[in-house]
């Protein structure tokens, strides 16, 4: 059977709910309605919080700490098929938790190395994440990432930028990150104007530019590896990359 | 002519630039509420420049004016370059702007030497002085320690960096002589003793200090080379012995021929990784290198050492220790330690080590693992050097898809 839900973690929370207690055989959870429906029986999960509500505490229950904080990080790895191996995780989990270090179950080896996939981005955008200032002092990044790393950034940054106000928007996911004096919280943004920038901007991109340009060893040249650090696909946002 | 603050950065990161001790890994989280910054202890990576090496700090001197006349350097008072220098103002502002943006993870500020040492000395931690004090900055700052400056300022600098340093830069008071002639190993090394024994009466860890050496333009063998960071490390002195290749910037009648000599880049590569099996894998310099010996360019220092001691072979990992599997090439300290959580839940085969993904292209000729046993190779010196070198590329290519420049694991 085919599942559907909205690609919330509350909404799969909910379909976790039907799938244990409606006993649903399961063949692939999508966020979309697929094109064709052939030969698959189809159901349609809506978000419901009591149901959420629910599983989750039985996750807190049977679940330790690290295998929670797996779960929440294997749902920020939207953009691939993350549901099936975590609706398996979970399975797992609630009938024998030994069984969750097991990495001879496929399942479990993917969500493994899947995790480690985010770390490592997580890790990567740690450094690659740019800011710009805005003409009132807030600072302001766009990222586009494979998976969704907003919630790693934002505490990242909340931590090293003090009191500064900033903004991460994941411009794929129109998602952004906000923190102020007031908030601090994650919001979708449906449009965003472009904002003006601070009068110093363009300064300190030419500074950095040049620091980045004197920086490098002629004799040492190497593109490739330089490439093999920083793949083309990060650089849409790093100022030093661009002419 | 006055130069704007685009040529000052442009003059004085290049000249910054042939220093490599700069990693910021390896210092505590120091994470205060509301203030800017906290560095992180695994260090980030910001950029990698086109030679492909990281940039995660401001790197910089303070000016390029030096009274000294090191053969070696770009800066040495006897060129004729261009000359600048940043005020600590700008510098302070510099970093903080650059900080903001997610540039980098903190300033690693070095200089020649202006008027006097104490002097120098002062200016750079006056830049400190403003970051730390009137910016409340705390991401990471290492400062290069002046030889020859006074106590008192050592002490300072102890007190507003993360880590210090200064660079020995030629392996032995002999070169240093010829090369370095204003400056002597004592010299050298008094800086780094003073931050040590004002940092150790503070507290009972020594402050992180780093130091570097150009490989390459004197004659020294990797065997005192070697020796020398064991002893240093030994004494506490150091945390870190950064290798560089010697990159020629200046024509001198006792250096290398600029045209003729391109950077010994895999010899600072097999540096680094015997440095790493003295700093972790519990190997001593003379394990490693016989009196006056290089290190072999075919193999890595591990391989080669056991390719020089089969008599200790094959080394059975369902029964080693940590301190005997780490020897064994090809698996590193994290290989080690999968394999000490693996085998208490079974006896490991060949197909287990897989699994754990160990990689078993140079292990498999010095282990056993249960029944497994490599025996189409037996145990005999030169046929598992053919069977390595056999493996395709064996011949590193230095720094390309080679992490363990950075890392060192073997
Ligand atoms: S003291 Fe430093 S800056 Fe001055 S010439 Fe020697 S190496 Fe260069």
Same mark, same amino acid.
């Given at each position: 059977?085919?599942?559907?839900?909205?690609?919330?973690?509350?909404?799969?929370?909910?379909?976790?709910?039907?799938?244990?207690?409606?006993?649903?055989?399961?063949?692939?959870?999508?966020?979309?309605?697929?094109?064709?429906?052939?030969?698959?029986?189809?159901?349609?999960?809506?978000?419901?919080?009591?149901?959420?509500?629910?599983?989750?505490?039985?996750?807190?229950?049977?679940?330790?700490?690290?295998?929670?904080?797996?779960?929440?990080?294997?749902?920020?790895?939207?953009?691939?098929?993350?549901?099936?191996?975590?609706?398996?995780?979970?399975?797992?989990?609630?009938?024998?938790?030994?069984?969750?270090?097991?990495?001879?179950?496929?399942?479990?080896?993917?969500?493994?190395?899947?995790?480690?996939?985010?770390?490592?981005?997580?890790?990567?955008?740690?450094?690659?994440?740019?800011?710009?200032?805005?003409?009132?002092?807030?600072?302001?990044?766009?990222?586009?990432?494979?998976?969704?790393?907003?919630?790693?950034?934002?505490?990242?940054?909340?931590?090293?930028?003090?009191?500064?106000?900033?903004?991460?928007?994941?411009?794929?996911?129109?998602?952004?990150?906000?923190?102020?004096?007031?908030?601090?919280?994650?919001?979708?943004?449906?449009?965003?104007?472009?904002?003006?920038?601070?009068?110093?901007?363009?300064?300190?991109?030419?500074?950095?530019?040049?620091?980045?340009?004197?920086?490098?060893?002629?004799?040492?040249?190497?593109?490739?590896?330089?490439?093999?650090?920083?793949?083309?696909?990060?650089?849409?946002?790093?100022?030093?990359?661009?002419? | 002519?006055?130069?704007?603050?685009?040529?000052?950065?442009?003059?004085?990161?290049?000249?910054?630039?042939?220093?490599?001790?700069?990693?910021?890994?390896?210092?505590?989280?120091?994470?205060?509420?509301?203030?800017?910054?906290?560095?992180?202890?695994?260090?980030?990576?910001?950029?990698?420049?086109?030679?492909?090496?990281?940039?995660?700090?401001?790197?910089?001197?303070?000016?390029?004016?030096?009274?000294?006349?090191?053969?070696?350097?770009?800066?040495?008072?006897?060129?004729?370059?261009?000359?600048?220098?940043?005020?600590?103002?700008?510098?302070?502002?510099?970093?903080?702007?650059?900080?903001?943006? /997610?540039?980098?993870?903190?300033?690693?500020?070095?200089?020649?030497?202006? =008027?006097?040492?104490?002097?120098?000395?002062?200016?750079?931690?006056?830049?400190?002085?403003?970051?730390?004090?009137?910016?409340?900055?705390?991401?990471?700052?290492?400062? =290069?320690?002046?030889?020859?400056?006074?106590?008192?300022?050592?002490?300072?600098?102890?007190?507003?960096?993360?880590?210090?340093?200064?660079?020995?830069?030629?392996?032995?008071?002999?070169?240093?002589?010829?090369?370095?002639?204003?400056?002597? =190993?004592? =010299?050298?090394?008094?800086?780094?003793?003073?931050?040590?024994?004002?940092?150790?009466?503070?507290?009972?860890?020594?402050?992180?200090?780093?130091?570097?050496?150009?490989?390459?333009?004197?004659?020294?063998?990797?065997?005192?080379?070697?020796?020398?960071?064991?002893?240093?490390?030994?004494?506490?002195?150091?945390?870190?012995?950064?290798?560089?290749?010697?990159?020629?910037?200046?024509?001198?009648?006792?250096?290398?021929?600029?045209?003729?000599?391109?950077?010994?880049?895999?010899?600072?590569?097999?540096?680094?990784?015997?440095?790493?099996?003295?700093?972790?894998?519990?190997?001593?310099?003379?394990?490693?290198?016989?009196? /006056?010996? /290089?290190?072999?360019?075919?193999?890595?220092?591990?391989?080669?050492?056991?390719?020089?001691?089969?008599?200790?072979?094959?080394?059975?990992?369902?029964?080693?220790?940590?301190?005997?599997?780490?020897?064994?090439?090809?698996?590193?300290?994290?290989?080690?330690?999968?394999?000490?959580?693996?085998?208490?839940?079974?006896?490991?085969?060949?197909?287990?080590?897989?699994?754990?993904?160990?990689?078993?292209?140079?292990?498999?000729?010095?282990?056993?693992?249960?029944?497994?046993?490599?025996?189409?190779?037996?145990?005999?010196?030169?046929?598992?050097?053919?069977?390595?070198?056999?493996?395709?590329? /064996?011949?590193?290519?230095?720094?390309?898809?080679?992490?363990?420049?950075?890392?060192?694991?073997?």
């Amino acid at each position: 059977m085919i599942l559907l839900y909205d690609g919330s973690f509350e909404g799969f929370l909910s379909l976790v709910y039907e799938v244990y207690y409606e006993k649903l055989q399961v063949s692939t959870i999508v966020k979309k309605m697929p094109g064709s429906l052939l030969f698959e029986r189809f159901h349609e999960v809506f978000t419901d919080e009591a149901k959420a509500r629910k599983v989750l505490e039985g996750i807190t229950k049977q679940f330790t700490k690290e295998q929670q904080r797996t779960i929440f990080n294997i749902f920020l790895c939207d953009t691939r098929e993350h549901e099936m191996a975590l609706l398996e995780y979970l399975r797992i989990g609630f009938k024998n938790p030994k069984e969750l270090r097991n990495i001879n179950n496929a399942h479990l080896f993917y969500i493994q190395n899947l995790e480690k996939e985010l770390l490592c981005l997580v890790h990567k955008m740690y450094g690659f994440t740019r800011f710009e200032e805005l003409d009132d002092g807030t600072l302001y990044a766009k990222i586009e990432t494979k998976f969704n790393i907003v919630p790693f950034l934002g505490d990242h940054f909340a931590k090293r930028l003090g009191k500064i106000p900033f903004i991460i928007h994941d411009v794929k996911r129109s998602l952004a990150f906000v923190k102020n004096d007031e908030l601090r919280e994650i919001r979708s943004i449906a449009s965003f104007d472009a904002p003006t920038y601070s009068s110093d901007e363009e300064k300190f991109k030419a500074l950095w530019k040049s620091f980045f340009k004197a920086a490098a060893v002629e004799s040492r040249y190497n593109p490739k590896l330089q490439q093999n650090w920083v793949p083309l696909l990060y650089r849409t946002y790093m100022s030093e990359f661009h002419a | 002519m006055k130069l704007t603050i685009e040529d000052k950065l442009s003059l004085l990161a290049g000249s910054a630039k042939y220093d490599v001790s700069c990693s910021s890994s390896g210092s505590e989280n120091n994470y205060k509420t509301g203030e800017l910054g906290c560095t992180h202890n695994s260090g980030i990576c910001h950029s990698f420049t086109s030679d492909g090496r990281c940039v995660s700090l401001l790197k910089v001197l303070l000016t390029n004016v030096c009274i000294y006349d090191c053969a070696y350097c770009i800066n040495r008072v006897s060129n004729d370059t261009p000359r600048t220098a940043f005020t600590p103002r700008e510098l302070a502002e510099l970093t903080i702007n650059f900080y903001k943006r /997610n540039y980098i993870e903190g300033l690693f500020l070095s200089s020649g030497i202006i =008027k006097n040492e104490d002097h120098t000395m002062s200016l750079l931690l006056q830049t400190l002085r403003i970051l730390r004090h009137e910016y409340r900055f705390n991401g990471y700052i290492h400062v =290069k320690l002046i030889p020859g400056a006074s106590k008192e300022l050592i002490e300072e600098a102890t007190l507003l960096a993360h880590r210090v340093s200064s660079n020995i830069e030629l392996p032995s008071s002999k070169s240093l002589a010829l090369l370095a002639p204003d400056k002597t =190993k004592e =010299k050298l090394l008094s800086p780094l003793k003073h931050a040590r024994d004002i940092t150790m009466e503070r507290s009972s860890k020594p402050i992180s200090m780093s130091t570097q050496m150009i490989i390459g333009a004197t004659s020294e063998s990797d065997f005192e080379i070697l020796k020398l960071s064991s002893s240093l490390y030994q004494k506490a002195l150091l945390k870190r012995v950064y290798y560089s290749a010697y990159i020629a910037v200046n024509n001198h009648k006792h250096l290398p021929v600029p045209e003729l000599s391109k950077p010994p880049l895999l010899r600072e590569h097999r540096l680094y990784q015997a440095d790493w099996l003295l700093r972790f894998y519990g190997f001593s310099y003379d394990e490693i290198l016989s009196e /006056n010996q /290089n290190l072999d360019i075919q193999f890595d220092p591990k391989t080669f050492w056991a390719l020089s001691n089969l008599h200790l072979f094959p080394i059975d990992v369902n029964r080693a220790p940590q301190e005997i599997l780490v020897r064994i090439p090809g698996i590193g300290i994290r290989g080690a330690l999968k394999i000490l959580q693996a085998r208490r839940f079974k006896q490991l085969s060949f197909e287990d080590l897989v699994k754990l993904k160990i990689s078993l292209k140079k292990a498999r000729y010095f282990i056993i693992a249960g029944k497994d046993f490599h025996r189409s190779t037996s145990l005999y010196e030169e046929k598992i050097k053919l069977a390595l070198i056999h493996q395709g590329s /064996n011949i590193i290519q230095p720094t390309l898809f080679d992490t363990s420049i950075y890392t060192g694991e073997l």
